[in-house]
């Protein structure tokens, strides 16, 4: 078997997924193209604002893409390619995809409100912060390691540098011309799209080396880029969605498929052939070295290729005020999500062809993994292998700006969020829309629910994070927190559909799988990390304890609801 068979294979299988347990999920969730979406309701031309559904598929694919789907199966194939090929292909389509598409719909038919909303209405006012405590603090790690990260990508990869520049400044000409002189998108996206191009060879050519150019040290650089940086997450934190945020994750888009064109034409043409071992056991050495089991590390390396928590901020925060239609959510929700698979398969098939040492040596950076793999099979095409290694690297680098910038905005939300009074009126399950009459912030707190005052609290919070280092020594918690971010979701999921008498088993069976492989990731590091390093142990624990009471919530009020319909049951049988 070969690489290229193996991706014909998955490419059916994702199709079929996406029309008939996409199309089953559309009628499980009632889609209604004649509903009005919160993006009509709600709009102020700022958060809320009606997309196309091209631009609006490109914005969240961007956002919720990222690095993810290309490190995470890296990581997870020291444990052989095919358990990380079976879980994506299971994951993706029937926890990963239905996640974010759930979220997606659920936040619409709350008038655009994030999940965390949902939570209130179902769990209570105590749920509410208990949730969107636990996401703020994910942010705000998504935020530090992500700037720290690309100001070091900066200094490393001045190439990177200047095309995310460039990047930066087509955003804001790009809205201009759409928006304010009406040209079609498909004219304009003729004009800009080779433009995005375009910035990769400027980059590979003219890199912004400050360094070179201010004779500055690695240390000050990074410093200066951290500083940079915060100030454009924080101005696109606050302007209008349309302005920048949008076309930048739209253009950026083309820039991976461009990617992920490069690589089908480079797979078949060279077929690479399967030299890493299908299975190394249930225990491996990763990438740090260490003896790691399959159970849970497996299902904690793959988040963003099969399930990741993150994704539901991003189709509850962003990407639901910007809906135009009901219709545009299979395609927008679970058509990205399945896309990312599709990604994560890709890398998967970048490394097979690689020898177990020379895989050892290789998937310590996966990102450089990725980019050798794809690079040596487009020989194949004629194409030189440094300057596809160049475009592939500048691809990732670019979206790791768009997760960067996404997360700020998010984060922004839920700051505003965590200090707005009680919102619902009731807990009933009729109530879809049911708010409380006066529960606008008044006084102190709009002052912190502003726009401005909340991002820069996620700003400046991830900064000083950043720049104690912080953010580096919470990282081996991030990803077992992002995953029981995706099993709390599943709760509220599993209690919306109960609420509403509809399949709720279809989110039930994710949730207790996600709720034992976080929860058992999490409890790990704590074990691991208990005499060593006592702030991440600490953090481990606090969002043990912050998981468990919302579950054990969660499930009192399945309990009582079970309880409520069997006695209703009883009294109809009676009569």
Not at 33 to 61: C, E, I, Q, S, W
Not at 90 to 101: E, L, M, N, R, S
Not at 427 to 455: C, H, M, Q, W
Request: charged share 10%; hydrophobic share 55%.
């Amino acid at each position: 078997m070969t690489g290229s068979l193996i991706l014909c294979i998955c490419l059916a299988y994702f199709v079929a997924a996406y029309f008939f347990y996409g199309g089953f999920l559309k009628r499980v969730f009632s889609i209604d193209p004649k509903r009005p979406t919160p993006a009509h309701t709600n709009y102020d031309g700022v958060d809320y604002v009606p997309t196309p559904k091209m631009v609006l598929f490109g914005h969240h694919f961007a956002s919720i893409a990222g690095p993810g789907p290309i490190v995470g199966p890296i990581m997870a194939a020291y444990f052989g390619w095919l358990p990380a090929l079976i879980w994506i292909l299971i994951g993706c389509v029937f926890v990963g995809a239905f996640h974010d598409f759930a979220a997606l719909v659920i936040s619409a038919r709350n008038r655009g409100r994030s999940i965390s909303f949902v939570m209130e209405k179902l769990m209570g006012f105590s749920g509410r912060q208990l949730f969107l405590l636990f996401c703020f603090c994910c942010l705000l790690l998504v935020v530090a390691i992500f700037t720290n990260m690309i100001a070091g990508m900066f200094v490393k990869i001045p190439e990177v540098a200047t095309a995310s520049l460039i990047f930066i400044c087509l955003a804001p000409l790009f809205f201009i011309v759409t928006y304010r002189f009406k040209v079609r998108l498909t004219y304009a996206s003729v004009v800009f799209v080779p433009l995005v191009y375009l910035t990769v060879f400027i980059g590979a050519n003219y890199p912004f080396d400050l360094i070179t150019l201010f004779g500055l040290s690695d240390g000050t650089a990074r410093i200066v880029w951290m500083l940079i940086l915060a100030l454009y997450i924080f101005l696109a934190s606050v302007i209008p969605v349309q302005w920048l945020l949008q076309p930048r994750d739209y253009l950026n888009s083309w820039l991976l498929y461009g990617m992920l064109l490069l690589a089908f034409a480079a797979i078949f043409a060279y077929a690479p052939s399967i030299n890493m071992n299908s299975f190394n056991g249930w225990s491996a050495v990763t990438a740090d070295g260490n003896l790691t089991s399959m159970f849970p590390a497996l299902f904690i390396f793959i988040a963003c290729g099969a399930c990741s928590g993150f994704h539901a901020l991003v189709a509850s925060g962003t990407t639901v005020k910007q809906i135009d239609s009901e219709k545009d959510m299979l395609p927008v929700g679970y058509g990205a999500m399945l896309l990312e698979g599709v990604l994560g398969v890709v890398a998967l098939i970048a490394v097979m062809s690689m020898s177990n040492s020379d895989f050892a040596e290789f998937g310590k950076n996966p990102t450089v993994a990725f980019a050798t793999g794809i690079s040596n099979f487009s020989s194949a095409l004629g194409i030189s292998v440094a300057y596809a290694k160049i475009f592939i690297s500048l691809a990732i680098a670019a979206f790791m700006m768009t997760s960067l910038d996404t997360a700020t905005r998010l984060g922004r939300f839920l700051c505003q969020e965590i200090f707005m009074p009680r919102s619902v009126r009731d807990n009933s399950e009729s109530s879809e829309d049911s708010v409380a009459e006066g529960n606008e912030p008044v006084g102190f707190r709009r002052i912190l629910t502003d726009k401005y005052f909340a991002s820069f609290i996620i700003v400046s919070i991830s900064m000083l994070m950043g720049f104690s280092g912080s953010a580096a020594v919470l990282w081996p918690i991030f990803g077992a927190s992002n995953q029981l971010m995706a099993a709390i979701t599943f709760l509220i999921i599993t209690l919306w559909l109960l609420m509403k008498d509809s399949k709720w088993y279809l989110s039930f069976i994710p949730m207790i799988f996600m709720t034992v492989m976080s929860l058992w990731g999490v409890v790990q590091v704590v074990v691991q990390h208990w005499g060593s390093n006592h702030v991440l142990a600490a953090t481990g624990i606090v969002l043990i304890i912050m998981a468990i009471m919302m579950i054990m919530l969660g499930i009192s009020i399945m309990y009582h609801k079970f309880k409520g319909t069997a006695a209703k049951t009883v009294e109809l049988t009676v009569r």
